[in-house]
């Protein structure tokens, strides 16, 4: 019997548990597809934060000037399906079934990961519905990601912090140096990192990069203005969106010229961009999907131009590897109560219990400006940040938003 949607699913999800670095599968797995990725022109988005926020901005001004854009995204809040759009049209269920079963001897051969595999089928969709260019976002670092197989027209990094340290290094240099390695020979490196020490070690690193690719390649690095930011209407909510679409503006700018989109189209786009869990807003419900440290400041100031309804309430959990007593001490200035806890699609890899329990009886921590409950049951969690709130902000990762908006029967896709 042929792979149903759900089998995908259950045959690629568990794959999740393991983080491979290396291209040579991914490389295996497209060659088998008939390496779509070589015939596509396509643009690399790294960066630790701001990367799916440019990459969006990016596609909607491509498609507003009349491309049809394939747009590659990770992780997902309630669908598989929303990582892989055509036009803005997630991949069919048919579609994700059929690439997977196609895929699935090589998966088992090659051990391949989910990301692997998720990059391969990406691709093969895109090709099978006649993208005419592609913006991917690199998954997790850069230099080892499965999407640095891609000789794009342009790559660029938006911003470097603190996060995923165990796999790119527990420090801003060592994390800015993974992700400058999508550098290419020949290609525009877009640089949006304000931080000039940061910029210098992104300079350095593209440089290395492009010389293992061509000794003789020259690197073509451009630096966005520390001070620059989108300066027209733009439908992004929040003061660091200015800044991510500068990058996006950037990154469009330095593509060459039959896929430049005319500022008319630019502006449009910009305008009307939406990107579901960034700041969104959804009757008194307010979802975002800060998940490190950076995210968090992003939020604050966010909250300061948006003054929602009081009492703001906020459902948090976060994962365990993340540095949460930093993020919710962060919250602790602007909520008047938090409920901590479990989401359940992240149970495998979420904070503990026990650490919380430990941390909030903890009288060396910041004194707390707000009244926090910690209710591990998630369901119990839901119903009681909804008492007596004026918003309900829902943050921490991308599974606690997505989980939150699937249990109030909300849609993505």
């Keep these: 019997m042929p792979l149903t949607y759900d089998d995908a699913l259950r045959f690629l999800f568990p794959r999740t548990t393991t983080i491979k670095f290396g291209l040579a599968t991914t490389r295996a797995l497209l060659r088998a597809v008939g390496d779509p990725h070589e015939v596509m022109p396509s643009i690399h988005i790294g960066g630790t934060n701001g990367k799916g926020s440019v990459s969006t901005l990016v596609a ?33 269920e048919p579609a994700m079934a059929m690439w997977t079963e196609r895929l699935r001897p090589l998966i088992l051969e090659r051990k391949a990961t989910f990301f692997e595999a998720s990059t391969a089928i990406a691709f093969a969709d895109f090709a099978a519905r006649g993208a005419e260019i592609v913006v991917a976002e690199v998954g997790l670092g850069g230099r080892l990601d499965s999407t640095n197989v891609l000789r794009p027209l342009v790559s660029a990094v938006t911003k470097i912090e603190r996060d995923h340290m165990k796999y790119l290094g527990d420090t801003l240099e060592l994390i800015a140096a993974e992700k400058a390695g999508i550098a290419k020979p020949g290609v525009p490196f877009v640089i949006g990192e304000r931080d000039p020490a940061l910029v210098d070690v992104l300079r350095r690193e593209a440089r290395k990069s492009v010389a293992r690719l061509d000794g003789d390649g020259r690197a073509d690095i451009r630096v966005l203005p520390a001070d620059y930011e989108w300066p027209a209407p733009l439908g992004l909510a929040g003061p660091h969106q200015r800044r991510n679409a500068g990058v996006a503006q950037g990154v469009l700018m330095a593509l060459p010229p039959p896929y430049r989109p005319p500022a008319p189209a630019l502006e ?8 579901p869990g960034r700041l969104d807003r959804r009757g008194k419900w307010l979802f975002d999907v800060a998940h490190n440290p950076d995210g968090i400041r992003a939020l604050l100031g966010a909250l300061e131009t948006l003054r ?26 602007v909520i008047d109560r938090g409920v901590l806890t479990v989401a359940p699609t992240a149970a495998s890899r979420g904070w503990n219990a026990v650490w919380l329990r430990r941390w909030l009886r903890d009288r060396g ?36 938003v997505g989980d939150v908006m699937t249990a109030l029967g909300m849609e993505v896709v």
């Design 60 to 92: 909607a001004a491509l498609a507003e000037a009349g491309w049809r854009v394939g747009l590659y995204t990770s992780p997902h809040l309630i669908s598989f399906r929303e990582r892989i759009r055509v036009d803005g049209v997630p991949i069919s």
């Design 268 to 275: 449009r786009a910009f305008a009307a961009a939406q990107l």
């Design 308 to 333: 929602p309804p009081r009492p703001l309430h906020a459902l948090v959990s976060i994962l365990g590897d993340k540095e949460w007593p930093d993020m919710l001490v962060q919250l602790d200035r």
């Design 365 to 400: 921590r910041p004194p707390a400006r707000a009244l926090w409950t910690l209710l591990p049951d998630f369901g119990e969690a839901l119903a009681k940040v909804q008492e007596g709130a004026g918003t309900v902000l829902v943050t921490g990762s991308f599974h606690t």
